[in-house]
């Protein structure tokens, strides 16, 4: 099975040494997304809104073979039924 890499870019650029091992090209792109969900969950501040970022899959080589970009959304508004 092929180790793909998940390599995000934008302002900043962020590697992926290690990389995964997946079935398929599909699995890639599903990892991918799941990954890059959780990157803007877990670091807001990093990806903010206004700026282009891209999550890249790399094969073993190194070579780009698809890029997505990551989706950022304004900041979730406080419900009024939290207070």
């Not at 599909?26 to 809104?49: I, N, Q, S």
Request: glycine residues 6%; negative net charge; hydrophobic residues 40%.
């Amino acid at each position: 099975m092929p180790r793909f890499h998940f390599e995000v870019r934008g302002p900043q650029r962020f590697p992926d040494p290690e990389g995964v091992v997946l079935k398929s090209r599909a699995a890639a792109r599903r990892e991918a997304a799941k990954l890059a969900a959780a990157l803007v969950r877990d670091y807001p501040e990093t990806f903010a809104e206004g700026r282009s970022w891209r999550m890249c899959i790399l094969d073993e080589a190194g070579e780009v073979v698809e890029d997505q970009e990551i989706e950022v959304g304004p900041e979730p508004r406080p419900n009024a039924n939290d207070a």
